[in-house]
């Protein structure tokens, strides 16, 4: 939909009963003079009794879960830490990041923000928070050192 359209919506005897147009359109003719607000005079002076009606737009579309943001609680995170080598120096660092963030009052979302920048990357949050599992197969190479048997 344009910034000046009007949709017209109709009820099952075919009367207009509205005119569907953008939040922007609804703005513009709310100020005296503008060619939206001329347009919807002309649309009233047609239709009197229709009413305006403002679209919601399209919706997007849902992200992959690939692509969601990982917002954990404070004792997932601590699970999650607890299971990875060096825990000690993660939980110190998630608590300094913690108690640094409590001056402005959100503390939660700096944590988590440095919780996926330091984690997102290794397999097991892969695993555990993204659900994707990635199989690695290594391909073993069988040398034979033993030159008298001949392989078939």
Known sequence: MTNSEIKIKRNPN???IAGIVSRVFRDEANKFGTDEF????EF???YPEAKMIVSRGAKAAPK???E????PS????????NTQENSEIHLETMNKYKNMAKINGNSYNVVVEWFNNTFKNTL???AVFRGVVTETTRKIEVVNTNPEVVEA
């Open 14 to 16: 075919g009367k207009v």
């Open 38 to 41: 001329k347009l919807w005079e």
């Open 44 to 46: 009233i002076a047609q």
């Open 64 to 66: 992959p879960k690939e």
């Open 68 to 71: 969601r943001k990982v917002r």
């Open 74 to 81: 404070y004792a997932a995170m601590i699970k999650f830490i």
């Open 124 to 126: 097991d949050y892969k």
